[in-house]
Nanobody, 116 residues
Framework: QVQLVESGGGLVQPGGSLRLSCAAS????????MNWYRQAPGKERELVAS????????NYADSVKGRFTIARDNALNTGYLQMNNLKPEDTAVYYC?????????WGQGTQVTVSS
């Protein structure tokens, strides 16, 4: 059974930083790409960042380029999203995601709130 568990969200002031983690189990984590999505109230879920299975290639939404960094440690079956210079518009529930055999798997999400 594939399970993804996010952690690391919270309340932070504008300009602050957070690091989200996504612990994976039930899969050979190193075999699959990993994504981070977010969903703000009243908005559709959007792709924030992606990383290939070995971590050699990453992609980012234009809105987070230069501020967010996606990474993974396959030995620990864990993915990360380092978020710097956070802005109020980054407030959302953040989800990690992977696709295994054409099936989407999601974590439960972690709330990130950027506010003074």
């Amino acid at each position: 059974q594939v399970q993804l568990v996010e952690s690391g969200g919270g309340l932070v002031q504008p300009g602050g930083s957070l690091r989200l983690s996504c612990a994976a189990s039930g899969i050979t984590f190193s075999a699959y790409a990993m994504n981070w999505y977010r969903q703000a109230p009243g908005k559709e879920r959007e792709l924030v960042a992606s990383i290939t299975s070995a971590g050699g290639k990453t992609n980012y939404a234009d809105s987070v380029k230069g501020r967010f960094t996606i990474a993974r440690d396959n030995a620990l079956n864990t993915g990360y999203l380092q978020m710097n210079n956070l802005k109020p518009e980054d407030t959302a529930v953040y989800y990690c995601n992977t696709v295994v055999m054409f099936s989407n798997y999601w974590g439960q999400g972690t709330q990130v709130t950027v506010s003074s």
